[in-house]
């Protein structure tokens, strides 16, 4: 089967994991400070790394300063995590639709959502796409709210010229296997706003702090560390920070060979009129994580079961976040954001991967014109 997404792995990946192997550091030395630092370069603000893409997001919402009762408005089309991750800090969850056109959170939907409680603007570069995030940060700021973009399908991405990592108050990155790049398991936040990035670091690890001049029993003695808020433990380990540094440098490469596959479907799929390509705002500079076909005739479930008996795996990305029964079993129904819901009954990912070869890429497109009569 060919899969939707796939890591690549290189030599230089493998030494760079073994190096550390055979190091006195195995977690927390050198190697994450490295990452961090490279992914600082990437993303044009500092960053912390974390262990997953839903960890940075709970690392995220914790500082802000989330809590019980408060409002965090969330785009639905995307992976629980955007909204789950809020939901445990004990927020209130608002739902805010999606345009029709790139899937990312509409600036007017999140107009008419907004509280006098929202703290946060949760928005999703879908597919690798960047948030319109000059009226999303106005309209949180005017709020009173941070913006927190979930750029766990972008790193590497630009919008008007400036790096995802330098658009939201809070940017959340994700380096699961099948992301733009890989650290096995890993995450990170990134922020412009060094009190928001301490929180971060805190809460990664377990809320302890070590800094003699803000703890409030320094005469403890010189071992003490002491807890003024709950974290968790979120440290990646050094052994995939180093392999996290070792991506970062094919991140360019990974980012053309994935914009070059785009092009390729859209060219071979131009002419069928029962499908939408995905669209790129002026503006924006991609990182495509994604290939979302969009099926208009009705038949994206038989198109899906048709690939997969032919062996292409393809995914649907994804069910609206409140059809899930966790929030449906709080209240959520269907026909909340119709966006997000036209956008899901239509979407089908397309394989895409840096390792994904031209000829893969035409039977990939090829099916999909039999399918529909066209000819290949
Ligand atoms: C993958 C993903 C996450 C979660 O990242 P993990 O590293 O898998 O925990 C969060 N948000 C979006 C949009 C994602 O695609």
């Not at 230089?12 to 050198?30: F, K, Q």
């Not at 940075?56 to 408005?73: E, I, R, S």
């Not at 107009?111 to 006098?116: D, G, S």
């Not at 403890?220 to 970062?248: K, M, T």
């Amino acid at each position: 089967m060919l899969p939707y997404g796939r890591q690549s792995i290189s030599d230089d990946d493998v030494a760079a994991v073994a190096e550390v192997l055979r190091s006195d550091w195995l977690t927390t030395g050198p190697a994450v400070t490295r990452f961090e630092d490279d992914l600082a370069a990437v993303a044009g603000n500092p960053a912390a790394v974390v262990t997953s893409g839903t960890a940075a997001l709970h690392v995220a919402y914790a500082a802000a300063g989330v809590g019980p009762g408060q409002d965090v408005v969330v785009a639905p089309l995307t992976f629980v995590a955007t909204a789950s991750s809020a939901a445990l800090h004990g927020a209130n969850v608002i739902f805010a639709d999606v345009s029709e056109d790139t899937g990312n959170l509409d600036p007017a939907a999140v107009e008419a959502a907004l509280t006098p409680g929202t703290t946060v603007v949760a928005g999703v570069d879908y597919a690798g796409h960047p948030i319109d995030a000059d009226p999303l940060r106005s309209l949180a700021h005017d709020a009173g709210a941070v913006l927190l973009e979930d750029a766990a399908h972008s790193i590497g991405g630009h919008w008007h010229g400036r790096p995802v990592g330098d658009l939201a108050d809070l940017t959340t990155l994700s380096f699961f296997p099948t992301k733009n790049l890989t650290t096995a398991e890993g995450g990170a936040v990134v922020s412009p706003r060094a009190d928001l990035l301490a929180r971060a670091r805190t809460f990664r690890n377990i809320g302890l702090v070590r800094d003699k001049a803000v703890q409030r029993f320094p005469d403890e003695g010189p071992w003490h560390q002491e807890v003024h808020e709950f974290g968790l433990n979120y440290r990646l380990p050094d052994l995939l920070a180093a392999l996290g540094s070792s991506q970062l440098r094919r991140l360019g490469a990974f980012r053309a060979r994935r914009a070059e596959i785009h092009t390729r479907y859209d060219a071979a799929l131009a002419d069928v009129a029962e499908v939408r390509t995905p669209v790129t705002r002026d503006g924006a500079e991609p990182a495509w994580h994604l290939y979302p076909l969009r099926v208009l005739d009705g038949r994206r479930r038989q198109l899906f079961e048709f690939l997969r008996e032919r062996g292409i795996g393809v995914q649907v990305n994804y069910v609206p976040v409140y059809w899930h029964p966790v929030f449906a079993d709080l209240g959520y129904r269907r026909g909340l954001c119709p966006n997000a819901e036209t956008y899901y009954s239509q979407q089908l990912s397309l394989p895409l991967f840096p390792d994904l070869t031209d000829a893969d890429v035409d039977r990939v497109a090829d099916l999909v014109r039999e399918f529909f009569g066209y000819p290949v």
